[in-house]
């Protein structure tokens, strides 16, 4: 019986051993989990500061970002002598125009950019059949200062619109 007590007992304790030895070993595999992930974020944010060091020190990124800067700026104030005016006997070629101009000034004012949506606006004012009552709906939708600028925009654009047209006067008949 002693050698059965024995056997059962020794049976027992290599259990308790394994047992425990699983749990220190799930331990040292969460620790080492833990510090993989933090090894790895540190390389991935020493890996971004590395490149973003290139790109800025790099001379042509410099170059690139100041073009895009002009192009955005020159964007808004002289964008309209580079506008393809539609023939404005084709009432149906002004009228996509006029719907194309109104919606993307919609979204320009949306996103924040005054200057471009103004722009667009005032060039659908410039074709529009009635612009006095277009006029009427901007100003009660569009915020005062907005509407401003749109008003100071219009003699450009009616500028722009003829100087596209050959110069010639455009008479009711050819909006008609």
Same mark, same amino acid.
């Not at 059962?8 to 425990?20: E, G, K, R």
């Given at each position: 019986?002693?050698?059965?007590?024995?056997?059962?007992?020794?049976?027992?304790?290599?259990?308790?051993?394994?047992?425990?030895?699983?749990?220190?070993?799930?331990?040292?595999?969460?620790?080492?989990?833990?510090?993989?992930?933090?090894?790895?974020?540190?390389?991935?944010?020493?890996?971004?500061?590395?490149?973003?060091?290139?790109?800025?020190?790099?001379?042509?990124?410099?170059?690139?970002?100041?073009?895009?800067?002009?192009?955005?700026?020159?964007?808004?104030?002289?964008?309209?002598?580079?506008?393809?005016?539609?023939?404005?006997?084709?009432?149906?070629? #002004?009228?996509?125009?006029? $719907?194309?101009?109104?919606? %993307?000034?919609? =979204?320009?004012?949306? +996103?924040?950019?005054?200057? /471009?949506?103004?722009?667009?606006?005032?060039?659908?004012?410039?074709?529009?059949?009635?612009?006095?009552?277009?006029?009427?709906?901007?100003?009660?939708?569009?915020?005062?200062? #907005?509407?401003?600028?749109? $008003?100071?925009?219009?003699? %450009?654009?009616? =500028?722009?619109?003829? +100087?596209?047209?050959?110069? /010639?006067?455009?008479?009711?008949?050819?909006?008609?």
């Amino acid at each position: 019986s002693r050698s059965c007590a024995g056997v059962c007992c020794s049976s027992h304790a290599v259990q308790n051993l394994a047992i425990n030895r699983g749990l220190s070993m799930t331990m040292i595999s969460k620790g080492t989990l833990g510090i993989c992930a933090g090894v790895a974020g540190a390389l991935f944010l020493g890996y971004c500061i590395y490149f973003d060091q290139r790109r800025r020190s790099d001379p042509n990124f410099k170059k690139k970002l100041r073009e895009r800067r002009r192009k955005t700026t020159k964007g808004g104030s002289g964008g309209s002598s580079s506008v393809t005016w539609p023939n404005l006997k084709d009432q149906e070629a #002004v009228q996509k125009f006029f $719907l194309a101009q109104v919606q %993307a000034g919609e =979204e320009l004012l949306a +996103q924040g950019e005054i200057e /471009s949506g103004v722009e667009h606006l005032s060039r659908a004012v410039a074709v529009c059949g009635q612009p006095q009552q277009l006029l009427q709906v901007l100003q009660q939708t569009l915020p005062p200062q #907005v509407f401003q600028l749109l $008003l100071h925009k219009l003699p %450009a654009v009616g =500028e722009s619109i003829l +100087q596209a047209a050959g110069g /010639s006067k455009v008479t009711e008949e050819d909006v008609e």
